[in-house]
């Protein structure tokens, strides 16, 4: 089972910076994919950057202000967001799909964590 801990949501005005942490922990032998998702109000949940493998991949809403990173030694996911806009006021959520040990894929969501934007 993976727990997921998610931070680094917060309040900040126009073309300000966030980053967001997702700390994964528990029983698996790896996590080869890990991504970042939001859901703005009255919005669908959306991708907004995975890396899977090494590999990136963005929103076109946010390539070039947000950058996805992760360390694996601490099993943790970063979004390094600048120039940020009232429009990437959202709950962000991360999501990570791991191996567990009985060689199946499992995918976890973590609590999400808000993101406010002022204009």
């Known amino acids: 089972q993976v727990q997921l801990v998610e931070s680094g949501g917060g309040w900040v005005q126009t073309g300000g910076s966030l980053r967001l942490s997702c700390a994964a922990s528990?029983?698996?032998?790896?996590?080869?994919?890990m991504g970042w998702y939001r859901q703005g109000p009255g919005n669908q949940r959306e991708l907004v950057a995975t890396?899977?493998?090494?590999?990136?991949d963005y929103a076109d809403s946010v390539k070039g202000r947000f950058t996805i990173s992760r360390d694996n030694a601490k099993n943790t996911v970063y979004l390094q967001m600048n120039g940020l806009k009232p429009d990437d006021t959202a709950v962000y959520y991360c999501?990570?799909?791991?191996?567990?040990?009985?060689?199946?894929?499992?995918?976890?969501w973590g609590q999400g964590t808000l993101v406010t934007v002022a204009s």
């Open positions: 890396i899977n493998r090494g590999a990136t």
């Open positions: 528990g029983s698996f032998v790896s996590i080869p994919n």
């Open positions: 999501k990570v799909g791991s191996i567990n040990w009985r060689g199946g894929y499992v995918e976890v």
